[in-house]
């Protein structure tokens, strides 16, 4: 069913006498931590270290205002955008967030049906637990694009382009902030790493070149094929130069995740880099690193109007999509907070904080005097 304008949704939840499903991201946070195993959830809701980089996120939006604007005729709103030749009908995407069979069993497959459902695409991690052709599957005509852990073996690097490709994935997006896990305090404190268990593996363990490693399948072998897996992630050698050998992998727009400074994003964009995603992994790397929404301003003067930006890291609600939007985002990706609604309900969680977010941004934009997502003013924000 399409999303539904934000008045309608308001409506039906006043006319219905309420709903069973939270609003605030704070209630969906608080209710998914009572469903979810403890050490399954701090992976999801930790960070670096102190975790004061997570906070940062979302504190740097609350500290930009919104100034709506009046009597600018927004009886009808525009809320689709266009990028590399996606097309979704709202500014956001679903982030790529891996190991979600942690979360609830129907991992990705239930967040590609949701992404169906909607129309909203799903950027699938590399480190899902659910084989990159089935969730391809899964999402039917809606776009998608596939999230790259740029490993250190280049055939099976190689391997996973050609695969996302072949099935349909219209980008790849390169996470170049995490060449090595950043140091999680919750995770070590829980000696919890779900991917030596198997979990998080599963485009790995689907892949022939990774299968021709192993002694026994890893239908037989779980532990041993995870601890080959484990040991292909560390590349802390990678170079910009490096970036010349994946263009010829693949003829697939290539977007940098991870991005966070004027430097770094005309380093793309002279490596020929189609689009970037502001991002600091949602915390979950480097602690005390600079807010994604505050590095968005600083990339988008260095990148210049017209160069798909897209940024993520603290996004929660409908105003926080329009004000990234205001301070030059062409669209944002959303992370935890569909993660919260996959283990409250599976495909059902995940369509409810879709359709949620799309509709407190279409309200918002409606109050705040914007017709189209695609034509954000600037001093939108202050």
Do not use: C
Not at 74 to 81: G, H, K, P
Not at 204 to 227: G, H, K
Not at 285 to 300: F, P, S, Y
């Amino acid at each position: 069913m399409p999303l539904e304008p934000g008045g309608t949704v308001q409506n039906a939840i006043y006319l219905g006498g309420g709903d069973s499903w939270p609003l605030a991201p704070e209630e969906w946070e608080a209710r998914a931590r009572e469903v979810m195993a403890p050490a399954a959830f701090d992976y999801v809701a930790g960070g670096a270290g102190s975790e004061s980089t997570g906070r940062e996120n979302v504190a740097a939006f609350s500290r930009r205002r919104l100034r709506p604007r009046m009597l600018a005729g927004t009886a009808e709103r525009d809320l689709s955008v266009e990028l590399l030749g996606l097309r979704s009908p709202v500014p956001f995407l679903l982030a790529p967030v891996g190991v979600l069979s942690i979360v609830h069993p129907d991992a990705e497959l239930a967040v590609a049906r949701a992404s169906a459902a909607t129309g909203v695409p799903l950027v699938l991690s590399s480190a899902a637990s659910t084989p990159l052709e089935a969730v391809s599957e899964a999402t039917g005509d809606t776009p998608r694009w596939f999230q790259l852990y740029w490993l250190a073996d280049r055939h099976l690097t190689a391997s996973l382009v050609g695969r996302a490709e072949q099935a349909g994935y219209g980008a790849i997006v390169v996470t170049v902030d995490t060449l090595m896990l950043g140091w999680r305090d919750r995770d070590l404190r829980n000696a919890y790493l779900p991917f030596l268990g198997g979990d998080g593996l599963a485009q790995f363990f689907s892949d022939p070149v990774f299968r021709a490693w192993l002694d026994a399948p890893p239908e037989e072998d779980v532990q041993s094929a995870a601890i080959r897996a484990l040991l292909t992630f560390p590349n802390l050698g990678l170079t910009w130069h490096d970036l010349a050998w994946l263009r010829e992998q693949t003829t697939l727009p290539i977007l940098l995740k991870g991005v966070l400074t004027g430097e770094d994003a005309h380093l793309a964009v002279e490596h020929g880099v189609e689009g970037i995603v502001v991002s600091n992994h949602g915390g979950r790397q480097v602690d005390g690193a600079v807010a994604a929404i505050d590095a968005l301003v600083e990339v988008r003067e260095v990148v210049g109007d017209g160069y798909p930006l897209l940024v993520d890291g603290g996004v929660r609600r409908g105003p926080d999509v329009l004000k990234a939007l205001a301070l030059g985002a062409d669209a944002v990706l959303v992370g935890r907070p569909y993660v919260y609604g996959l283990a409250l309900g599976g495909e059902a969680g995940v369509e409810a904080v879709i359709r949620r977010l799309a509709a407190e941004l279409d309200v918002t934009m409606a109050l705040s005097g914007v017709a189209s997502a695609r034509a954000v003013a600037r001093g939108l924000v202050t």
